[in-house]
């Protein structure tokens, strides 16, 4: 078995952006770390990725808010990125525009103006809607005050009531309190294909946050894609002594007598670290990577015994037209029902949706200008929806028998299928799109399974629930000593905001700090005059390739 030569101090497997942030603030307070990335391209789904060196897509970046003075502008000034990574808003008059059968609904930015037009557009409704966004209001600003409780629950109840009141309750819950319509309700939970959960499973805090990440400081989009803000990150870990390594899968995580010693990866390379961050999917970190009796087998029926989030279906499109002309700087939330709960009975069924809802982006409207997304005059989409994990929907077999997934005839066939109905679907607020299409190609939980390792496919880990929220999803710290834990399945769920934050209290664990309040003080770690990402020039992607080949280049010429 090889033994790596480099002492490292923590090793961080996988490279999306909770990955990514742990390490950037563990290398900036001097912390020599490895992050370790199976893939060929550092980011996770942050990423892009270009076909034919022509049409740019982003896998999982799409719109996020708090970029100004909210979470994530916090993350980023913690490690002297504020000022490095650039944003565009979305229409602050309607950074979503939900499309149901009777009538669009723009969602604007400010939580005044939401209440306002949800009034404006239900005014037989006047009251419960104040009272409901009242509370969605009340209880993220309870809980910014008090923050998460670890200990004096009774001091927590008394500064966050409406929370106590509310917040574990489900959506389902508050809007039979107050007798919303089927209509309201459907207004209210438009945007829930972030986080792909029923209403009658969702939190009122989850909702509520995440309505509010946007509200407060509108909707943005990171300039050139999500890959830049994984490049930026990377560059303060290499700035600060760390290392990114792409082609590095990570094949076990070695534990003696309770404590983390080292990871080996699929070359049988070892490597040994005081600390191990796991960032990818929960259940392979637990079942595949941790050797048998690592753990007990109560954790493991915990482990094994969470939901996971609804998987999404994405459809990639390159069409010969500027789509300016057609949509403003929105994300289009196709809803063919109002009964956003029978969505999730196919899904449960094991079915595909005959009239699923559809989210359509575009980088071309959100970022116009920029040459990477697309050629001239030309445009991308991307077309999103949920869909069941499950394989024999899908026209998947046995994959031991039948060769890869992607080469079965069943399932292209179901893939085409689904991949027109979102087109056609689309064509509703687009206009016609078939005879522009230059390219098209569509990503399935297959494909997420394939390159994350993800159980049946969820990009959002397991399911933000009533059952599984807060001190009900796993720890940052585990039993193991050394081990700690971040990425979407932790307490901070998934999504930008929770990827980052998770990744900044796993490295906050590791150091035995909190680094949330040093750095809301005003604290900024590492040198941000000796960062060189960014400027003219710079693409994003190329960066964030083959970063081992890259590291090793400037290894030998500095004679390490």
Known sequence: MAQQEDNWDAIIIGSGLSGLTAAAYLTTNGVRTLVLEQYDVAGGCSQTFRRKNLWQFDVGLHYIGGVIDGDIARVLRGVGLDDRVEFTELDPDGFDTFVFPDFTFRVPKGWDNYTERLVETFPEEEASLQEVTRIMETIVIELRAAGVPEKDFEAFALRAPTFMKWGLRSLTEMFDEFGLS??????????????????????????????????????????????????????????????????????????????????????????????????????????????????????????????????????????????????????????????????????????????????????????????????????????????????????????????RYSKQAGYREVKDRITQQLIEGAEQVLGELESHILWKEAATPMTQTRYTLSSEGSSYGIELATDQIGPLRPATRTAIEGLYLAGVSTRRGHGIVGAMLGGRDAAGAVLGRNLQAEVDSGEVFGDPSKLTAGGEGWDALEACRKLQDKTARQNALAGD
């Open 182 to 403: 089927e209509q309201a309700r459907a207004v209210l939970t438009g945007q829930a294909g972030d986080y792909a959960t029923p209403p009658s499973r969702t939190p009122v805090i989850l909702h509520s946050g995440l309505v509010d990440h946007y509200l407060q400081e509108g909707a943005w989009y990171v300039k050139d894609g999500g890959q830049a803000l994984a490049g930026h990150l990377i560059d303060v870990i290499h700035t600060n002594g760390g290392r990114v390594r792409t082609h590095a899968r990570v094949e076990g995580i070695e534990v003696d007598d309770g404590v983390v010693k080292a990871v080996t990866l699929e070359n049988d390379e070892r490597i040994e670290a005081p600390a191990v961050i796991a960032t990818g999917d929960i259940k392979h970190t637990f079942n595949e990577l941790l050797a048998p009796g690592a753990v007990t087998e109560d954790t493991l029926d915990i482990i094994n015994g969470y939901r996971m989030a609804t998987p999404l279906v994405t459809v990639y499109l390159g069409v010969d037209f500027d789509i300016n002309d057609r949509m403003p700087a929105t994300n289009f939330w196709i809803h063919p029902r109002y009964d956003s709960e029978a969505y999730y009975e196919f899904v449960k069924a094991g079915e595909f949706d005959p009239r699923t809802p559809i989210y359509i982006s575009s980088a071309s409207v959100k970022d116009p200008g920029n040459t990477h997304h697309a050629p001239a005059g030309c445009s991308t989409l991307e077309l999103m929806t949920w869909a069941t994990p499950s394989l024999e929907a899908w026209g998947v077999k046995d994959e031991s028998g039948a060769g």
